[in-house]
């Protein structure tokens, strides 16, 4: 580490984040409140057809405020489609994010813990999976499997649990090692006790900084999937497979494609940035 | 040295023994091929016969030591399509993906590591934020969504290029485009990284305090010391050779390997898609392998074992 920083931070001293940052959670504090509030918002139903309207232009390229994103081919509502993507894409984003975590870190702790041939085969399992692209192993997963959401949410949960795993084992061996470890450790604690609530909490705060970076690569991958027509199905609709079934009327109807691509830019932007903000903020050892 | 390659053999070797088993039981156990290549009404005999002759009426053990044993002998099976070997489907493919990903790979290395390098030296200027900015915008543009728009602009909007296709040099254009922006932009954000990490290092300060001519402290010393970090996610491109065009491909209509993949998923085709995954999985190992000795090569600390001063 380049022992760099010129002026020590100030410690509680709250300040503002950078207005890139802010934008940032700005967006995704939006993006947050469509997918709550999505069947509240939503002008029409997601699957609701108006055959009159059919590829209808958004406003502003000759479209009416009655859609005022355009119509599709059958004539659903693009904004209505948008919100339900959002509100999709987001939900499996967040559970996959969950579940990699949750996952990563059990069996990385439970690597620190039992260390010897758990340890072993642990380290071996981060090995195989870091080396294989997840995108090959998911296709194969899936379209053997079926696509039902949960399976889907599942997957792709597995998705960068080899990172958690190892800043899991790394880190909780480093803290047995020290003080308040060994303290409580002889005060008669279980390890299970050990572990989860003195030692991860000490070491939460780069795992929580790892989930938001692997979180807009969740958003990536489920969008790619599904924009190759091998995640979520329809009627279900996701940012991802709008794209997918947007592609078809590239030149005719752009629109349907474009408002869902704009959206997932948005959101990965924004959570990176965040990310790169926190890790700097938290966890200068993470770089 | 001869310890250290061994060892990474071994592992390199278990990788692909993993890989193998792993697909081997998620395509085997999900599904029953023969139903699904034959159709839900077939008659019992037809699929009978289907199954001995694919051998699918075997004990799941059976059919694993089996096909484990012919790909020693370098059969990998057969199309359940079309009854071609699957290794010469897809050994035809390849040709076509690499005409995409090794241009795109130049494309990266010949942008990205000049505009990470310049970025550090120039760290905080105009350009350095610039740079910053595109790589984090290729970092977040999913490639389909590049490529779309790639082909609003130039194919349908000013039609200068053609939106998919294999028939010229012109069809690779913006397929090769989409594949290396969002890879050089990576390449820039960790080459960037990785120059700002040595140009702190008290060597360079003493290279630049005892009169070296600051081109050469660049090229001499940061320069190879840097490209340690940087060979990790090279070596990570080149593994990807195979894999790493399976959306843009779709994007396209390229008729590569990832199409083949993805056809094939679409279509159950076990023997194909264990095909494909067994080579995108050499390739990515080969690939390691290669990077732990370019390590060797670049840092004589791990060729020999010794403890760096530093």
């Known amino acids: 580490m380049s022992a760099t920083t010129l002026n020590p931070p100030a410690r509680r001293a709250w300040r503002l984040p950078p207005p890139l940052v802010l934008f940032g959670l700005c967006w995704l504090a939006l993006m947050l409140a469509v997918a709550i509030l999505a069947p509240v918002i939503t002008p029409y139903s997601y699957t609701a057809l108006d055959l009159r309207n059919r590829l209808s232009a958004p406003v502003g390229m000759g479209g009416t405020m009655a859609h005022w994103l355009g119509t599709d081919e059958l004539g659903r509502d693009v904004l209505a489609r948008l919100i339900s993507s959002i509100r999709m894409s987001l939900t499996i984003a967040f559970g996959a994010t969950i579940i990699g975590a949750l996952i990563g870190t059990t069996l990385g702790l439970l690597a620190a813990w039992a260390r010897g041939i758990v340890e072993q085969i642990v380290l071996m399992l981060v090995d195989f999976s870091a080396s294989i692209p997840f995108l090959i192993l998911a296709l194969a997963v899936l379209a053997f499997f079926g696509n039902s959401i949960v399976l889907f949410v599942c997957l792709l949960g597995l998705h960068a649990w080899e990172r958690y795993a190892r800043i899991a084992r790394g880190l909780a061996i480093a803290a047995g090692s020290q003080g308040y470890a060994a303290a409580v450790r002889q005060l008669g604690a279980s390890p299970m006790r050990v572990y989860l609530l003195h030692i991860l909490p000490n070491i939460a705060s780069t795992l929580i900084v790892s989930m938001t970076l692997a979180f807009p690569e969740i958003i990536l991958l489920e969008s790619g999937l599904s924009f190759l027509g091998l995640g979520v199905q329809p009627p279900e609709t996701s940012l991802g497979s709008m794209v997918g079934y947007g592609r078809e009327y590239l030149t005719r109807a752009p629109w349907i494609l474009l408002s869902p691509a704009f959206v997932i830019v948005l959101t990965t932007l924004s959570v990176s940035l965040i990310g790169d903000w926190l890790r700097d903020k938290l966890d200068p050892t993470l770089r | ?310």
């Open chain 2, 1 to 310: 040295m001869v310890r250290f390659l061994a060892w990474r053999s071994l592992r390199a070797f278990l990788t692909i023994f993993l890989v193998v088993t792993f697909a081997f039981l998620v395509l085997r156990l999900s599904g029953d091929p023969a139903q699904i290549i034959m159709g839900a009404d077939a008659p019992p005999e037809a699929v009978e016969a289907f199954r001995s002759a694919w051998g699918l009426d075997r004990s799941v053990w059976e059919q694993y030591l089996g096909y484990v044993g012919s790909i020693f002998t370098g059969d990998l099976g057969r199309s359940m399509r079309d009854g071609r070997p699957a290794a010469a489907l897809v050994a035809e493919r390849i040709p076509a993906t690499l005409a995409l990903t090794i241009p795109a790979l130049m494309l990266k290395l010949g942008l990205g590591i000049p505009a990470g390098i310049y970025a550090a030296l120039h760290r905080n200027s105009v350009i350095d934020r610039l740079v910053m900015l595109v790589a984090v915008a290729g970092f977040t543009i999913p490639s389909f969504v590049l490529g779309l728009l790639l082909v609003l602009v130039f194919a349908v909007q000013l039609g200068w290029l053609p939106s998919g296709g294999q028939e010229s040099w012109r069809h690779a254009i913006l397929p090769v485009v989409t594949l290396g922006i969002g890879g050089a932009a990576v390449l820039a954000r960790f080459t960037r990284s990785a120059m700002l990490e040595v140009l702190g290092q008290p060597y360079i300060r003493t290279a630049s305090a005892k009169g070296v001519p600051w081109r050469r402290v660049v090229s001499g010393h940061a320069a190879p010391n840097a490209a340690i970090p940087t060979v990790t996610i090279i070596g990570f491109m080149l593994g990807s050779l195979i894999a790493g065009a399976v959306v843009v491909e779709s994007v396209f209509s390229w008729p590569g390997v990832g199409r083949l993949m993805v056809v094939a998923v679409a279509n159950r085709d076990l023997a194909v898609v264990q095909c494909v995954l067994l080579l995108v999985s050499f390739t990515m190992v080969v690939a390691n392998f290669l990077v732990d000795l370019a390590y060797g090569l670049i840092d004589p600390r791990l060729r020999t074992g010794a403890q760096g001063g530093h």
